[in-house]
């Protein structure tokens, strides 16, 4: 059989998917080909052109048999079209044998459509080669299917590159991305997403070189440089540009998901604006995740209004995720009853975090049956926050037994919180082993106050070097407690320095002071205490005073008392009582002493003995012995 040439083989591009049909037959017809860019599709061109091909078929024209055939084909008419591509096919043309392939496979006859794709690709229809090889593909015949898919690609066929690739890629073929690249260079948008995909997971496998993981977006960066891949091939640089390169032709074309994929690579970098415009255009699309997106990008530049309609267009398609920024945003509004609503819908969409809100949200309102039961539900799907959260609402009820194995799978599922939380559970045993360990789990993975746990141990056991470096990491962590003991490690190395000399230049800050003074400035009343000493020791009495009278106001009894002293010092006698009171009355038998002193000066005998019992029963022993003294003292005077 001899078959025609060029002209209508154009037409074996034509698409002839009918709208509506939905099954996997009428993805083939669709793969066939793209609209031939070479015809004028207009309604009084179309017509011109039918009735012209329409005579020269009647008088025998295969040519024209195949154009015309085509032409109804493409217009939905199968019982028009039929009769004019057999005829064709009958005069040896291959377009018609691949359309008539087309029409069969609609008519639901995919093994006669097949013989006809063979009858096309044999004679070297890329077309029919593609729809041959996906026709195999379908009745699990892989060798088959990848013999006349390589036929079509290595043809040139976009289509055909592309079905390959995805045949190669399922079955963990390294030629995959050859064909991708093939396919997204002729203009196909899901090819380059594909192969920007895979890309961008080549260039950042931390297995495969020196790269790094953004686990906050799921984007990563790679370090510049060649590695070695795991197909022993190289990876080059400047791999994440080019995925990104795909990323932004893919999304040109129209493919929302490489648009909300540029859009999270642009946020990434901080490129907000662009970020916006492509989460937007993926959004208008239909892409959920992007109007989610969109949403947060919104909310974070401060327009809370319209992050909001994207959230709830963004839920409405069964964004699980929206579902749940929009009850957080409704909860901060006090509107619990639209929050809750908002939680059960994001749990309906799949999403566990909505039963977990759904459960911080009843705790917040003391329904802790509702809570827990909400709790529950999300740790038993895997939540490991659900899972903590519901391990502390039975410790708080007295079911240690029943916490302890909801904190252990919190734990061995990544909660630090939970970690911690062992370590606290353990230690109220006096199982101080155990709780170290779960301390230093939680302290390795930043926990704060897991940190200073582990480093008061460490002091405790004398290992003053780690202590120092968890006390470090804690205080670093904003823990007041980790940068007063901190401080004072650092401080018993210094060396004793005397009182300050007249006219001597002051001396600059130690680290251990400023570690005082952070642990001060956040209202840790023995840093401020300590602060204040310091302060004194450089003669700096003002600033001694402030600190001073902090921490006194705070309740600190030593405060209160050094305060004192300062006053007194400076003549504020009459104040310099008060503060000693306040310190005598909270358990400073060093104030009471003072004051015993100060109403003796002044001959108030009974009231000097009254102090002077106080610091008796107070002490320290010194303090005691000399109150005991002036006591007796006192009391000869009184009875002279």
Same mark, same amino acid.
């Given at each position: ?26 993805? %083939? %017809? ?188 799921? &984007? ?5 440089? @060649? ?52 989460? =937007? ?16 990008? =919104? ?12 959230? &709830? ?86 079911? @240690?037994?029943? @916490? ?19 370590? %606290?559970?353990?230690? *109220? ?26 480093? %008061? ?28 003991? &901190? ?31 952070? @642990? ?11 602060? *204040? ?44 009582? &008060? ?62």
């Amino acid at each position: 059989m001899v078959f025609m040439g060029d002209r209508a083989t154009l037409l074996e591009t034509g698409r002839f998917v009918q709208r509506h049909a939905r099954n996997a037959a009428d993805e %083939i %017809i669709e793969a066939a080909g793209a609209v031939d860019e070479a015809v004028d599709t207009t309604a009084d061109h179309e017509a011109e052109t039918e009735a012209r091909h329409r005579r020269a078929a009647e008088s025998g024209d295969a040519a024209a048999m195949s154009v015309l055939g085509a032409l109804l084909l493409r217009r939905g008419d199968l019982d028009g079209a039929e009769p004019y591509l057999r005829g064709a096919t009958a005069e040896g043309d291959r377009a018609a044998a691949n359309n008539l392939g087309v029409l069969l496979h609609q008519r639901g006859y995919p093994d006669e459509a097949a013989g006809w794709w063979r009858v096309a690709a044999v004679a070297g229809s890329a077309p029919a080669a593609h729809a041959l090889g996906r026709h195999h593909r379908e009745r699990g015949d892989e060798p088959g299917a990848e013999y006349w898919l390589r036929q079509s690609a290595e043809q040139g066929h976009a289509l055909g590159a592309y079905a390959l690739a995805d045949l190669l890629e399922h079955r963990s073929d390294v030629g995959a991305e050859r064909w991708l690249r093939a396919a997204a260079e002729q203009g196909h948008r899901e090819a380059a997403y594909r192969l920007a995909l895979a890309l961008e997971r080549r260039a950042t496998e931390p297995a495969r070189g020196p790269h790094t993981y953004d686990t906050a977006t799921g &984007l990563r960066t790679a370090a510049d440089g @060649a590695a070695p891949a795991g197909d022993g091939t190289a990876v080059p640089k400047g791999g994440l540009a080019e995925a990104e390169q795909w990323f932004r032709q893919a999304a040109a074309r129209g493919h929302r998901r490489a648009a909300l994929h540029l859009g999270a690579l642009l946020e990434k970098r901080g490129e907000l604006k662009e970020a916006g415009r492509w989460y =937007l255009t993926s959004a208008k699309d239909g892409e959920a995740k992007a109007a989610c997106a969109l949403g947060f990008l =919104l909310r974070d530049a401060g327009d809370e209004e319209s992050a909001a309609v994207w959230w &709830l267009r963004a839920a409405q398609d069964g964004d699980g995720n929206a579902a749940n920024a929009l009850g957080a945003l409704h909860a901060a509004r006090g509107e619990q009853q639209t929050a809750e609503r908002w939680y059960r819908a994001a749990m309906d969409a799949g999403d566990v975090n909505g039963a977990y809100n759904l459960g911080l949200l009843c705790a917040a309102q003391e329904r802790t049956a509702q809570a827990e039961q909400w709790y529950r539900r999300a740790a038993y799907a895997g939540h490991r926050e659900a899972a903590n959260a519901l391990a502390v609402l039975l410790l708080q009820a007295g079911d @240690a037994g029943g @916490a302890e194995p909801w904190f252990s799978k919190a734990a061995e599922a990544g909660s630090v919180d939970a970690a911690f939380n062992l370590g %606290i559970l353990h230690a *109220g045993r006096d199982d101080d082993r155990t709780a170290l360990t779960w301390y230093e789990r939680a302290a390795a993975a930043g926990h704060t106050e897991a940190a200073l746990q582990v480093g %008061i141990a460490c002091l405790r056991d004398g290992d003053e070097q780690s202590a120092e470096r968890y006390l470090r990491c804690a205080a670093g962590g904003g823990s007041a407690e980790a940068a007063f003991r &901190l401080a004072s490690v650092l401080d018993a190395r210094r060396p004793a320095s005397g009182p300050p000399e007249l006219g001597a230049p002051r001396e600059e800050k130690s680290e251990c002071e400023e570690w005082y003074e952070r @642990a001060a400035q956040q209202g840790h009343r023995r840093a401020q205490v300590r602060v *204040g000493m310091l302060a004194a020791a450089r003669g700096d009495v003002a600033e001694a005073a402030r600190w001073y009278r902090e921490a006194a106001e705070a309740g600190s009894r030593n405060g209160a008392f050094n305060l004192g002293l300062l006053l007194a010092r400076e003549g504020g006698e009459r104040e310099a009582a &008060l503060w000693w009171t306040r310190a005598a009355h909270a358990g400073h038998g060093r104030a009471a002493l003072r004051l015993a002193l100060l109403a003796a000066r002044r001959g108030e005998l009974t009231e000097g003995r009254r102090w002077c019992a106080r610091a008796v029963e107070l002490g320290p022993a010194e303090v005691a012995e000399r109150a005991a003294r002036l006591s007796e003292a006192l009391h000869q005077e009184l009875t002279a």
